[in-house]
């Protein structure tokens, strides 16, 4: 079968410049959409076809579509920096459509090729790289890559139609402070995802399962919450949509890859910009009776959270149900914004990329 070519109907009415600066000068995160979408349509026996980018609406969805039922879903979070010459880049998109590929298998989907995923991203940000904030700070595109099952009917099995789309989002700050300390929940009777489970798809159903939990450390003053594993309930694992580092005085843990959490793009960059920094970093298994009793020790030094959305983001005060205690003294750690500096200023161009993750369109 061969990869579809992405026809362009760009739309004829897209937001005039005056409303989209205004909009690029407080964007949020996932407030605002920009002109255009990409779609992609998968049939068995067909393939991947029909690939177009057309003007950002919403979709007509038959109320039997198997997704609605059955949530076979899988998502991307990737984003486009301005560089200070004015051109724009993505980072490491080839991760997002391989983790994209790895996510489709685990919910029996079909596996989206590497150059059409880069390739729809490249489409839809080339249309509507006005929507690119200026460079400077941390804002960027947010591109917003997913698949739905497409099928109508309700019997229970893999579906036999699909669709792929590309939406963009410009973003700010994912958190209002910026890089203010954030508050943890730690949660001890619910878990995020099982072994042989989802937890290393990225796929709604998870964080779905998440929302209980997260409205739960709403109400002890917490925006994140932090999961322990299925099976002993003492090993830390990820928040509900980020992954955790551990910085101690010689060096940097990040909890394994277990198979119910997921393989953060972010997480994975650290672990490589850590080393570059002089900073020796791991994957390991940290309790959390070893995490309370290091930082009220001192020998943990810092904790922080990382994703694309958020970026990094340190963590201030952890909350339990047994009480609570404070890391680094609820301000950002040294390491940690050195760690956040250096990615950034890669994403954005400041910095030379000499592990080859920015990509310029093509």
Not at 111 to 121: K, N
Not at 173 to 197: K, M
Not at 330 to 343: F, Q, S, Y
Request: aromatic share 8%.
């Amino acid at each position: 079968m061969t990869t579809p070519t992405i026809e362009l109907k760009p739309s004829s009415h897209p937001l005039s410049d005056a409303e989209r600066e205004a909009i690029l000068t407080d964007p949020g995160f996932g407030r605002h959409f920009t002109d255009h979408m990409v779609t992609i349509k998968w049939t068995e026996g067909r393939g991947w076809h029909d690939a177009e980018l057309v003007p950002y609406a919403p979709l007509s969805i038959d109320p039997a579509n198997m997704t609605l039922h059955y949530a076979q879903e899988i998502f991307e979070g990737l984003k486009a920096y301005r560089r200070p010459d004015g051109s724009v880049v993505t980072f490491r998109p080839d991760a997002n459509a391989r983790r994209f590929q790895a996510s489709a298998r685990r919910l029996a989907m079909p596996e989206l090729p590497v150059e059409l995923f880069i390739g729809a991203c490249d489409a839809l940000v080339q249309q509507d790289k006005a929507w690119v904030p200026e460079h400077g700070g941390e804002s960027s595109l947010y591109l917003r890559p997913f698949m739905i099952a497409a099928e109508v009917g309700l019997g229970v099995r893999p579906a036999n139609e699909y669709l792929f789309i590309v939406i963009a989002s410009p973003a700010g700050a994912y958190f209002p402070g910026g890089v203010e300390p954030v508050s943890i929940w730690l949660s001890e009777d619910r878990v995020r995802a099982v072994p042989g489970g989802m937890g290393d798809a990225k796929t709604g159903g998870n964080y779905a399962a998440s929302l209980l939990a997260q409205a739960e450390a709403a109400t002890h003053g917490c925006a994140q919450v932090a999961y322990l594993d299925a099976v002993e309930h003492r090993w830390v694992e990820e928040l509900g949509g980020m992954n955790l580092y551990f910085v101690y005085e010689d060096h940097i843990v990040t909890p394994a890859l277990t198979g119910s959490l997921l393989a953060g793009i972010t997480r994975d960059s650290l672990l490589r910009l850590a080393e570059d920094l002089g900073h020796p970093s791991r994957e390991g298994r940290i309790s959390i009776e070893q995490w309370r009793a290091d930082t009220e020790s001192g020998a943990l030094k810092e904790v922080f959270a990382c994703g694309t959305a958020a970026v990094i983001t340190p963590v201030g005060t952890v909350k339990t149900k047994d009480g609570e205690w404070e890391q680094s003294g609820g301000e950002p750690g040294e390491v940690t914004m050195k760690l956040r500096k250096a990615l950034l200023d890669i994403q954005t161009g400041r910095a030379e990329d000499v592990h080859g993750w920015t990509h310029e369109l093509g």
